[in-house]
């Protein structure tokens, strides 16, 4: 079954430094998400990328933080100078050519900034 | 603030019985639903979505939707103790892509 890969799977980062989360979304996909889950809290919505531009962001989603996909397969998370309270799982989504269709999550990558 | 509500649990339930997780959601607009279940240390996994009101049936799961009264529920039928984990009820309106998460049920399966 087509999954969504996500490397590294735990970057240890100091802090202010700049940080680049990567995902290979399932082929076929063209909704692209990333999320965050801070230790013991919920999974937050960071932004939605569909058709190479941003479609929503959240309020988490500042300044600091960009996205891109650079080439046909590849979705980055660029965290430009990284505070301790960044410290947390990223987990990246896709989702099928609906929008409403489910999004299907990679197995994240654990930041730890110090 | 659209909000996601679970009760965080622990539901305890023995092997074989029917767990029962329940989600409410604050935005009238929400017309997908999902459940997703996270062990720990993991990524969510999608279990089941709905998005018409009723009852969506698959193998041992079960999602009912009550949009009137803002409503989802997950029902897991003959429990097993690998079904011990945290399930996510989220929500996303037809017109946006942000998806919202409740804060999840720990469910615990005893053997």
């Known amino acids: 079954e087509p999954e969504v890969t996500q490397t590294p799977s735990h970057q240890v980062t100091q802090m202010g430094q700049e940080v680049i989360l990567r995902c290979v979304p399932i082929s076929n996909h063209l909704y692209f998400y990333w999320y965050r889950q801070i230790l013991g809290q919920k999974v937050e919505f960071l932004v939605s990328f569909y058709n190479n531009e941003i479609s929503e962001k959240s309020e988490i989603f500042d300044d600091q933080f960009s996205v891109e996909r650079p080439d046909g397969s590849n979705f980055t998370l660029k965290i430009r100078s990284t505070k301790l309270e960044d410290s947390a799982m990223y987990f990246c989504a896709s989702g099928d050519r609906v929008r409403n269709q489910p999004q299907h999550f990679g197995d994240g990558t654990r930041l730890s900034i110090l | ?111």
């Open chain 2, 1 to 111: 603030q659209k909000e996601v509500e679970q009760n965080s649990g622990p539901l305890s339930v023995p092997e074989g019985a029917i767990a029962s997780l329940n989600c409410t959601y604050s935005d009238r607009g929400s017309q997908s639903f999902f459940w997703y279940r996270q062990y720990s240390g993991k990524s969510p996994e999608l279990i089941m979505f709905i998005y018409s009101n009723g009852d969506k049936e698959d193998g041992r799961f079960t999602a009912q939707l009550n949009k009137a009264s803002q409503y989802v529920s997950l029902l897991i039928r003959d429990s097993q103790p690998s079904d011990s984990a945290t399930y996510l009820c989220a929500c996303r309106n037809t017109g946006g892509f942000k998806t919202i998460f409740g804060a999840g049920t720990r469910l615990f399966v005893k053997a």
